[in-house]
């Protein structure tokens, strides 16, 4: 089932421990739907004209230099990969070096990862995307 929906709320602060934040989303009414049912939620992110935009919480640092989660389609593993950010905007942070077209970074759970893990991407996603969990247009 797929529905649609629009961001209501967003928290002022992100998780100490998990360096998330929490969003409120308003589905289209459905009956189908049911309270306290799980859901898997891919959205668009904004691209900025500098380049595109993570939230804050994709960014890790990784031998001393700041790198997102790059997950491989082919071999669902993850590896590190340096970027350079710049500005923050209220969307996230731009990222003006170091990503490419339809690659496919991990934005939760980041502090969980090392180089090289098996993980298990939802392949919906990654087929849509059909290279290689938020897409970089």
């Given at each position: 089932?797929?529905?649609?929906?629009?961001?209501?709320?967003?928290?002022?602060?992100?998780?100490?421990?998990?360096?998330?934040?929490s969003?409120?989303?308003?589905?289209t009414?459905?009956?189908?739907i049911?309270?306290g049912?799980?859901?898997?939620?891919?959205a668009?992110?904004?691209?900025h004209p500098s380049g595109?935009?993570l939230?804050?919480?994709?960014l890790?640092?990784h031998?001393?230099?700041?790198?997102?989660?790059?997950?491989?389609?082919?071999?669902?593993?993850?590896h590190?990969?340096?970027?350079a950010?710049?500005?923050?905007?209220?969307?996230g942070?731009?990222?003006?070096?170091?990503l490419?077209?339809?690659?496919?970074?991990?934005?939760?759970?980041t502090q969980f990862?090392?180089?090289?893990?098996?993980i298990?991407?939802i392949k919906?996603?990654l087929a849509?995307?059909?290279t290689?969990?938020?897409p970089?247009d």
């Amino acid at each position: 089932m797929v529905t649609h929906g629009h961001v209501r709320e967003i928290a002022g602060a992100a998780d100490t421990a998990s360096r998330t934040f929490s969003v409120k989303v308003s589905l289209t009414p459905d009956n189908r739907i049911r309270l306290g049912q799980t859901a898997t939620v891919s959205a668009q992110l904004p691209v900025h004209p500098s380049g595109p935009t993570l939230t804050l919480s994709a960014l890790v640092q990784h031998d001393g230099q700041m790198a997102v989660w790059i997950i491989d389609p082919l071999t669902e593993t993850v590896h590190a990969r340096v970027v350079a950010a710049g500005t923050a905007v209220d969307e996230g942070i731009i990222i003006t070096n170091g990503l490419s077209q339809g690659e496919w970074v991990v934005t939760a759970g980041t502090q969980f990862l090392v180089d090289g893990q098996k993980i298990k991407p939802i392949k919906a996603n990654l087929a849509q995307a059909s290279t290689a969990a938020t897409p970089i247009d």
